[in-house]
């Protein structure tokens, strides 16, 4: 009996991902508002900017990884780095955003995020047809 293609839910987390990343690389004040190290009128200094970028870059990347790797242990891999990713943001964010609130919510979409997608390992395999190889 044949398995049905599940790879499009990691596919689909890949491109929300690499969404997410392109629209904070092109206006960071989508990453630095909601975790607090910019408020009210102030302005995003260019080390705040750049560091954003730099994290826009490596999700846009990693959510692309996802979204185009072959089935199979490149998905697997792919999706590895992006829970890695989602770790190191729990943990960093987690610990030194400078308000209380912003590091909770930061570590639980950080947190949600990353179980989503090594949960989505499950479907990072080709589909399988045939009775031997099924």
Not at 60 to 80: D, E, K, Q, Y
Not at 102 to 126: F, H, I, M, Q, Y
Request: aromatic content about 2%; proline content about 7%; charged content about 20%.
């Amino acid at each position: 009996m044949a398995r049905r293609d599940l790879t499009w839910i990691p596919r689909l987390l890949g491109a929300a991902t690499a969404a997410y990343g392109a629209a904070i690389t092109v206006k960071p004040d989508l990453f630095l508002r909601p975790t607090k190290l910019v408020t009210g009128n102030e302005q995003p200094t260019s080390g705040q900017q750049a560091l954003t970028r730099a994290i826009g870059g490596r999700d846009l990347v990693s959510g692309l990884a996802m979204l185009l790797a072959p089935a199979g242990t490149p998905l697997r891999t792919a999706i590895a780095v992006r829970v890695a990713s989602d770790v190191v943001d729990v943990a960093v964010l987690g610990a030194q955003l400078p308000d209380r609130d912003a590091r909770e919510k930061a570590t639980v979409v950080a947190a949600g995020w990353g179980a989503l997608c090594a949960l989505s390992v499950l479907a990072a395999d080709p589909p399988r047809r045939g009775l031997l190889r099924g």
